[in-house]
């Protein structure tokens, strides 16, 4: 069975995935931004069941990037789907799986990084820093720019400024932003990322603004909890999300393929 876009599943099974996701907080999170999404007409989501019916591989489409996550039980085939997928792949697999996903990638593996997601509730929040403001649609320009300039990995897309982003300025200038990469508003959950800081601007406290100024808004607007994911080799991004409050809740094995 090959991937196919929610749109094209049946209510059967919808009915299907949501049970297997069901039970697993992250997956289940990831298929309620999908329902949520499509009905605003975003339809960026990409799934496989497994033949026996028992898993279900979640897909995402960022541009030339596909994200692929994993739910209940998946054979091989699942896997060397995901692989054959072209263009930029993320694998974020089991981490007492890892081997066997990297045998399955074979010469499309790049490298394997450890995954850390972490999770905060909305009374572990900081305080908003009035050095931030909100970014929103009219902003899509100067945030892409951004991004390109100091972050280029960073895949941003303008749909993600409908959804709460924040950026701290610095006489005008845009210096460091953070935002909202997914959301459900059902489950009252938020997935952010995309922190980043101008290279002459680190070490002076800016990510921890943006993050303080976007979990605020988060909070003020009735999200609970807020998921955010890094890699373990990343100290400095941990340090900041630990002094916002969030902690370790899993941890993934993250595959990067060539494209």
């Not at 074979?106 to 850390?116: A, D, F, N, S």
């Not at 922190?195 to 979990?215: H, I, K, N, W």
């Not at 990343?234 to 916002?244: F, H, I, Q, S």
């Not at 409050?245 to 094995?253: E, K, P």
Request: glycine letters at 12%; hydrophobic letters at 45%.
């Amino acid at each position: 069975m090959s991937f196919r876009p929610l749109s094209l599943l049946s209510v059967g099974e919808q009915h299907g995935a949501a049970g297997i996701v069901s039970g697993n907080g992250l997956s289940n999170f990831y298929w309620s931004t999908a329902i949520e999404d499509l009905e605003c007409g975003i339809d960026n989501r990409l799934f496989r069941f497994s033949a026996d019916g028992a898993g279900l591989v979640l897909g995402a489409a960022f541009g030339d990037l596909t994200v692929f996550s994993f739910a209940g039980t998946v054979s091989d085939a699942d896997i060397a789907a995901c692989i054959d997928r072209p263009g930029a792949v993320e694998l974020h697999a089991p981490v007492a799986e890892r081997e066997r996903y990297e045998a399955l990638a074979g010469g499309r593996w790049r490298q394997t990084r450890e995954m850390v997601i972490m999770s905060a509730m909305h009374e572990a929040i900081s305080s908003a820093d009035g050095r931030c403001r909100s970014l929103g649609p009219s902003d899509a320009d100067e945030v892409a720019a951004f991004y390109r300039l100091h972050h280029s990995e960073t895949v941003f897309d303008p749909y993600m400024l409908e959804m709460p982003f924040v950026g701290a300025f610095d006489r005008g200038r845009l210096v460091a932003c953070a935002g909202t990469v997914a959301q459900s508003r059902a489950l009252r959950t938020s997935l952010i990322g995309h922190f980043a800081t101008a290279e002459d601007r680190r070490g002076q406290g800016l990510a921890t603004a943006v993050g303080g100024e976007l979990l605020a808004l988060l909070g003020e607007i009735g999200f609970e909890t807020v998921y955010l994911a890094t890699t373990s080799e990343n100290e400095a991004a941990l340090g900041v999300y630990r002094r916002l409050g969030f902690g370790t809740i899993d941890r993934r094995a993250q595959l990067d393929l060539t494209p």
